[in-house]
């Protein structure tokens, strides 16, 4: 059973930073690679950022480039968003999400998490 357990969302004003975490099992986090997602209000689910099951390889959505940073924590287990320079339209539910393939349809996910960007 993989489970992923979101925390760090909130409201902050645009420009701002906000860090998000996921934290799951030892055996997931070792294995798996991570993924972040989001989905805003009546659109489609989008992919934020990825990194793989050792840390070696990360990579973006051209949206975040520059601005969002995916990184991993062995000793907490936990995978995380540094997000930057936030902007409105970067407001949605952020959804953890870990798979065998760091570019594949990601097969467990989390609750999420709700980040607002007020203008």
């Known amino acids: 059973q993989v489970q992923l357990v979101e925390s760090g969302g909130g409201l902050v004003q645009a420009g701002g930073s906000l860090k998000l975490a996921c934290a799951t099992s030892r055996r997931t986090f070792s294995t798996y690679a991570m993924g972040w997602f989001r989905q805003a209000p009546g659109k489609e689910r989008e992919f934020v950022a990825a990194i793989s099951w050792n840390g070696v390889t990360t990579y973006y959505a051209d949206s975040v480039k520059g601005r969002f940073t995916i990184s991993k924590n062995s000793a907490k287990n936990t995978v995380y968003l540094q997000m930057n320079s936030l902007k409105p339209e970067d407001t949605a539910v952020y959804l953890c999400?870990?798979?065998?393939?760091?570019?594949?349809?990601?097969?467990?996910w989390g609750q999420g998490t709700q980040v607002t960007v007020s203008s």
């Open positions: 999400a870990a798979d065998q393939s760091l570019r594949g349809t990601y097969a467990y």
